[in-house]
């Protein structure tokens, strides 16, 4: 079973505050995906990042696959309370068979940005 | 473009008894799944389909059945509801038998309550 912890839990800060949300495995994912949940809602895709190394920018955020593969950040520049809410990390992994990859998630990083 | 839409969005059952979760998509997705959300365990994926016609286990089977007559459609039945699956259910959808290097489009989740 490939696991990916994601640290820290829970996050509080001020707004415009900037912050690093970690993804770590001890497997190797062929790619990691970012979601973020708002309460009462279903997990929205924000990013994909399949090669090791790899850097990529959404506005204030910035996503980085770690060289190896087994670990993923997510950094927020000068946080807005709009991006309340809970970040789960997703990792590519082993086949299950019928042809199909499986995603598995981490426990995701609740994040409160106080006006 | 509705996405993924599940209902009911609220449900709240007695022990012993049984009902469906509907999902529907209209995105012509080949992959669908479904997952539960548990307070401290993440996303646990519980069935999935490749296709219509094909289903097969996640990690968490016990307890549901799947079918998927149609490509829109991928109901999730509990036989005989136990307090033990009182969760918030997400179905989610993928382009691609790939599914995971595409992203995951879930819908907005489905409450259940057993007593």
């Known amino acids: 079973t490939q696991l990916l912890e994601q640290s820290p839990q829970f996050l509080s800060i001020q707004e415009g505050e900037n912050l690093t949300v970690y993804c770590n495995s001890s497997s190797v994912f062929s790619s990691l995906q970012w979601y973020r949940q708002e309460p009462g809602e279903g997990p929205v895709l924000l990013v994909t990042v399949v090669t090791g190394g790899e850097v990529k920018k959404l506005k204030r955020l910035t996503f980085q696959f770690g060289d190896a593969r087994k670990d993923s950040s997510l950094h927020i520049t000068a946080a807005q309370p709009g991006d309340t809410g809970l970040y789960l990390c997703a990792g590519v992994g082993s086949y299950s068979g019928a042809g199909s990859y499986q995603l598995t998630f981490g426990k995701g990083t609740k994040l409160s940005v106080i006006p | 473009n509705a996405g993924v839409t599940q209902t009911p969005k609220f449900q709240v059952l007695k022990t012993g008894q049984s009902m469906t979760l509907q999902c529907a998509q209209d995105?012509?997705?080949?992959?669908m799944s479904w997952y539960r959300q548990d307070p401290g365990m993440g996303l646990r994926l519980i069935h999935y389909s490749v296709g219509a016609g094909i289903t097969d286990q996640g990690e968490v089977p016990n307890g549901y059945n799947v079918s998927r007559s149609t490509t829109e459609d991928f109901p999730l039945r509990l036989l005989s509801a136990a307090p033990s699956q009182t969760s918030v259910y997400f179905c989610?959808?993928?382009?691609?038998?790939?599914?995971?290097?595409?992203?995951?489009?879930f819908g907005s989740g489905t409450r259940l309550t057993v007593v």
């Open positions: 995105m012509n997705h080949e992959y």
């Open positions: 989610a959808s993928s382009y691609s038998r790939a599914a995971a290097n595409y992203g995951y489009t």
